[in-house]
């Protein structure tokens, strides 16, 4: 079956942010079993947003600070639209990307919104029960 116009859309715009992220995170890109990296950030547990934060910080934001106005914002913009997301791409780059720590989707959830804040992207909000 062919694709819609909107289905090859979506796929290549998915794509872009993807490459976005993987500017973002290059520095991690297949990092799961390097030892310079795990020794670098010590061990981190994906679901302390305190450690996630702090790797952030290490390897993270300081190519970001380094790459042009215009990425970061396409980059604010990729993780824009993934917060109003289902948060499934973001779980899937996730994975595919072999960072050095969180392995499984409930690691992938926890890790956005880290990094959604540490790069100034409003999250939408998520009402409360009680």
């Not at 079956?1 to 942010?17: I, P």
């Not at 050095?100 to 890790?111: L, Q």
């Amino acid at each position: 079956m062919r694709k819609t116009a909107n289905q090859r859309l979506a796929e290549r715009e998915a794509r872009a942010r993807s490459e976005l992220l993987d500017s973002l995170f290059d520095a991690w890109i297949g990092g799961a079993d390097n030892a310079a990296t795990l020794a670098r950030l010590g061990a981190v547990d994906a679901r302390d947003a305190t450690a996630v934060a702090q790797a952030l910080r290490v390897d993270i934001l300081p190519a970001f600070a380094e790459v042009t106005r215009e990425t970061r914002t396409r980059i604010r913009a990729a993780m824009t639209v993934l917060a109003h997301g289902d948060g499934e791409e973001f779980r899937a780059y996730w994975l595919d990307l072999r960072a050095p720590f969180g392995r499984v989707e409930a690691d992938a959830d926890a890790i956005f919104p880290v990094v959604a804040r540490l790069l100034g992207v409003r999250l939408p909000e998520t009402p409360t029960n009680g």
